[in-house]
């Protein structure tokens, strides 16, 4: 059951970084005037499945703390952080949904939604790391 927390948050950051690196192609064109193709579906998938499981993973982190220690913020900064990326991860998947299932030409909100979502990228990398160390000394003292 710990392990199922940390398998799928992780398996979410590829996925992730390959909807990243999607959607700044998109940026790249539209705003730099490189040259390049948008893979729309294939960025709606990955991102959706990125976003879905790390949303779905606090929930899973919270449970499973307070099934361990019968408290959910004793995690310290690994609680902390994964709460602050809650509303950031609802807003990657709602944003992304409104423009996915009406395709119009739009200026801020890919902008948005490309920032909010980079900002998530480095925060997973410091979730990771804080839940090695959970794991080490909390799971296998």
């Known amino acids: ?20 690196l999607l959607g700044w192609a998109r940026f790249a064109a539209v705003h ?9 579906t294939r960025h709606v998938t990955l991102g959706s499945v990125a976003l879905s499981i790390w949303l779905a993973g606090f929930f899973t982190g919270a449970g499973i703390a307070w099934l361990e220690w019968r408290a959910v913020f004793v995690t310290g900064l690994h609680a902390r952080l994964g709460l602050c ?21 739009r200026r ?10 980079a900002l998530l990228i480095p925060a997973a990398f410091v979730q990771l ?8 000394s909390a799971v296998f003292p």
């Open 108 to 117: 801020w909100l890919p902008l948005a939604h490309g920032l909010n979502n």
């Open 32 to 40: 730099l005037a490189r040259p390049g193709q948008f893979q729309w």
């Open 1 to 20: 059951m710990h392990w199922l927390h940390p398998i799928f948050q992780t398996l979410a950051l590829p996925f992730a970084i390959c909807a990243l």
């Open 85 to 105: 990326m809650v509303p950031f991860l609802a807003f990657g998947l709602v944003s992304g949904l409104a423009m996915h299932r009406k395709k119009k030409a």
């Open 129 to 136: 790391a804080t839940g090695l160390r959970i794991l080490s």
